[in-house]
């Protein structure tokens, strides 16, 4: 870490000592700074603080410089050196560095602490916090446990730093700021000092302490030039591949899009769409190539798997696989709703300011109705509702070429039926014998496939009838949850 003597002298500026900052004079005792450790980490959570300190050589009433006598390194605790003994007895999410600095001709030590990732951070087994100017057992103070635990929980990952301690310059340089304004249609400053307030107001980047910056993770997986720079995120490039025929067994293209999604998305969506079969159709006297997918459901199902991945899975990252038959888009991480009720409800992501800046920029729907659109443009194509299959840590939507009705297994028709449903009573509309025929290309003479296939829909309490009293030639059909 750079410039140290900077970063204590704007620790000593603070009006008092925060959740995740801590000065002491000359007191290395054990126990009290294991207890510390976890608390700063846990408030440095609680508080969106990518670390927290924790200061030895500055008066804690007054922060004046006093300088310090020891040095944390070459202190022990019995027989074992205090570091070591320290890092044995927190948490595995625990990690700190100590550096000793020279203030004002004093020697200072600053010990830096990551903020708790996916847990709270303990010592010896138990969670603590700070309580104003105390530390105190987190279990102790529900309130705050209830607070910490949705921090951790709702995904702090896009807003860590991917890279600190970097000169502005340097940090835009390897992120396209040009992009950033352009797409979210801000007039773009004359000085690097104004663009870079531009920059960390939305999160891009981090002012840090010590006068340096950082690149966000958000900040790198959007505008970067090259994500391979960002190690945190590097996995988390796209990968697009098409395979020759229905299996993998033979790979005939496979291509990673480097750059940050907001500049590369819309070329992965064009690569996409070429690689995609075709078919001739005729516009008037003109002959026109069409894909056999409708762009639309393409687009938001890519866009989708980008924002809603879960980004703290490890070694994973958007997949796209083409094959002969079907499209299959992959993302780490399971929705947070109920793949049932994905057309209706409100949306949710884990991953909430990458998804309100790309919202900003067009790049994904901001109402909710992504999937109506998928459901709609899929039917107007037509082809079959792409399936959502959810596995352990991943999530998997299958967007097949056209079938008729005769191809599709029991399951496929069933989820076609629920869907065609969906999106009718989210336009205050009901299903109807009628309306699912024409969903899938049927005639009158169908009625009675389509009113055994509505039966189960019915029994497998995916449907229910609007009013059960109607005669089968006018009953209408809503959602379960309708």
């Known amino acids: 870490m750079e410039n140290l003597e900077q970063l204590v002298k704007q620790l000593c500026n603070q009006s008092e000592e925060l959740p995740w900052l801590e000065f002491k004079v000359d007191n290395y005792n054990g126990d009290m700074i294991g207890k510390d450790i976890s608390a700063l980490a846990n408030g440095a959570a609680l508080e969106e603080q990518d670390r927290a300190y924790f200061v030895w050589g500055i008066e804690d009433a007054t922060h004046e410089v006093k300088g310090t006598d020891y040095n944390l390194q070459n202190l022990k605790k019995g027989n074992e050196e205090l570091e070591n003994w320290l890092r044995a007895g927190l948490s595995q999410n625990s990690d700190f560095t100590y550096h000793t600095v020279t203030v004002d001709g004093k020697v200072v030590g600053l010990m830096e602490i990551k903020a708790a990732v996916d847990r709270p951070v303990s010592f010896r087994n138990v969670e603590y916090v700070r309580v104003g100017s105390y530390t105190k057992k987190l279990s102790d103070y529900p309130a705050l446990q209830t607070r910490l635990w949705r921090r951790l929980q709702t995904g702090r990952f896009e807003l860590q730093t991917s890279l600190g301690d970097i000169e502005l310059s340097k940090a835009l340089a390897m992120i396209d700021y040009g992009s950033y304004f352009t797409l979210t249609s801000m007039t773009q400053p004359s000085s690097s000092e104004e663009i870079a307030k531009c920059l960390v107001g939305d999160r891009i980047l981090v002012h840090q302490m010590n006068g340096l910056y950082s690149v966000t993770n958000m900040g790198a997986l959007l505008y970067a030039r090259r994500l391979s720079e960002f190690s945190s995120v590097s996995r988390k490039a796209i990968r697009i591949i098409q395979y020759e025929g229905k299996n993998r067994l033979n790979i005939l293209k496979e291509e990673i899009d480097d750059r940050g999604y907001a500049l590369?998305?819309?070329?992965?969506l064009r690569y996409i769409e070429a690689l995609l079969p075709t078919r001739e159709v005729f516009d008037g006297a003109v002959r026109k190539k069409q894909t056999v997918y409708p762009s639309a459901a393409i687009k938001e199902i890519v866009s989708n798997a980008l924002i809603h991945q879960d980004l703290a899975v490890t070694g994973a990252g958007p997949l796209v696989e083409i094959f002969a038959d079907r499209i299959e888009v992959t993302n780490p991480g399971i929705p947070l709703v109920d793949i049932r009720r994905i057309v209706d409800n409100p949306p949710r992501s884990r991953n909430e300011s990458m998804a309100a800046l790309m919202r900003r920029m067009d790049m994904c729907e901001e109402a909710g109705s992504g999937w109506d659109r998928i459901v709609i443009s899929c039917e107007l194509k037509p082809v079959p509702t792409p399936e959502i299959i959810l596995y352990e840590e991943s999530t998997k939507v299958i967007m097949s070429e056209a079938k008729t009705f005769a191809q599709m297994t029991r399951e496929e028709r069933l989820w076609n039926c629920y869907m065609h449903c969906c999106v009718l009573f989210v336009q205050n509309e009901s299903m109807s014998n009628a309306s699912l025929r024409t969903r899938f290309g049927l005639s009158a003479s169908s009625a009675g496939s389509i009113s055994?296939?509505?039966?189960?829909?019915?029994?497998?309490?995916?449907?229910?009838?609007?009013?059960?009293?109607t005669s089968n030639r006018y009953m209408k059909y809503i959602p379960y949850w309708g």
């Open 452 to 469: 055994r296939l509505i039966k189960d829909a019915v029994d497998e309490k995916m449907i229910r009838p609007v009013d059960p009293n």
């Open 264 to 268: 590369g998305l819309d070329d992965v």
